[in-house]
């Protein structure tokens, strides 16, 4: 596609229960990025792809929080149990990797805890 | 690690009147520096980056930023702002080498008021 796309675009989950969500970065960007935005407190890392290497997960506020990358394409980002704390808009980015280059972001998927 | 400080929360403006957003960092190693903007309801964009060469980068929509590395700082300025100017903005650090993870800033809202 045209740009990063992430699905989906709202959820509301109830305090407890499990959610997914996706990111599909451009194609051929070898580097995914997500990140946590809520209000106040700008964009918090969680967790970086780059091709085949390990990914950096040095961001991610609990093990309830995990990503995959699927076939170096598709990432999903997986809360387990959630909480209420865990409300925010999630933010996916991909670029062609290296230190320079601009990072393209979705529009993001703005999760809420009830 | 690095960190990256957005000392204002909020910037009220008039219109036609200049701004400036600070940005202070902090690094052991080099690093590249960048502004992005999020236009209300839309995604983050790229607004200008620094790499190296002249410290001092302009993006298409008349702001610039400079980089002073004894200040560690990279603050963003435009002589006068337009209402449509009205975003958050985002200061961003990367390493020049190593992992290629974006740090952040918490955001300063700029509010162009007529």
């Known amino acids: 596609g045209a740009g990063v796309s992430q699905s989906p675009s709202n959820k509301v989950t109830e305090k407890g229960k499990d959610v997914e969500l996706r990111c599909d970065p451009i194609s051929g960007h070898t580097a995914l990025y997500w990140y946590r935005q809520s209000l106040g407190q700008g964009l918090e890392f969680l967790i970086y792809f780059q091709g085949n290497s390990a990914p950096d997960k040095s961001g991610l506020p609990s093990d309830r929080f995990s990503a995959e990358r699927t076939g170096g394409s598709v990432s999903t980002l997986t809360i387990q149990r959630t909480q209420q704390e865990d409300s925010a808009v999630y933010l996916c980015?991909?670029?062609?990797?290296?230190?320079?280059?601009?990072?393209?972001f979705g529009q993001g998927t703005r999760l809420t805890v009830v | 690690a690095q960190s990256v400080t957005q000392l204002d929360s909020q910037v009220p403006v008039f219109e036609e009147a200049p701004v400036e957003l600070r940005c202070n960092y902090s690094s052991s190693v080099s690093v590249y520096l960048f502004w992005y903007v999020q236009y209300p309801n839309q995604g983050l964009q790229l607004l200008l980056k620094?790499?190296?060469?002249?410290?001092l980068v302009e993006s298409i929509n008349g702001f610039e930023a400079e980089f002073n590395k004894s200040q560690t700082s990279f603050h963003l300025r435009k002589p006068s702002v337009h209402i449509s100017d009205t975003a958050e903005y985002f200061c961003a650090v990367i390493k020049v080498s190593g992992t290629y993870k974006y740090i952040f800033g918490t955001g300063t809202r700029l509010k162009v008021l007529a």
């Open positions: 980015a991909s670029s062609l990797g290296g230190g320079g280059t601009e990072a393209f």
């Open positions: 620094y790499l190296s060469g002249s410290t």
